[in-house]
């Protein structure tokens, strides 16, 4: 199983990203994804998380509203859609799956 994010960087208050996640070594249409991040001095915790089927299942309380999860199976790739960012959206991110994590996105919001 390999995840690689993509697609983190340094926005704006306010401002928006798309985050990436490639998956490869298993049958990705099959599982659920997940997104989590790690900000600075923080816990990982879970952002918002997928059914193979593409129903969303969870949300984060904090991004409710301003993040989306998608998939596309076709592509085995999984993304976050971010908006109305906010400095403590400030972390890395990390798709997952089987146990596995990716080596993580940094997203830095900053003015």
């Known amino acids: 199983v390999q995840l690689v994010e993509s697609g983190g960087g340094l926005v704006q208050p306010g401002g928006s990203l798309r985050l990436s996640c490639a998956a490869s070594g298993f049958t990705f249409s099959r599982y659920a994804m997940s997104w989590h991040r790690q900000g600075p001095g923080k816990e990982r915790e879970l952002v918002a998380a997928m059914d193979s089927a593409g129903r969303t299942i969870n949300y984060a309380d904090s991004v409710k509203g301003r993040f989306t999860i998608s998939r596309d199976n076709a592509k085995n790739t999984v993304y976050l859609e971010m908006s109305s960012l906010k400095f403590e959206d400030t972390a890395v991110y990390y798709c997952?799956?089987?146990?596995?994590w990716g080596q993580g996105t940094q997203v830095t919001v900053s003015s």
């Open positions: 997952r799956v089987l146990g596995t």
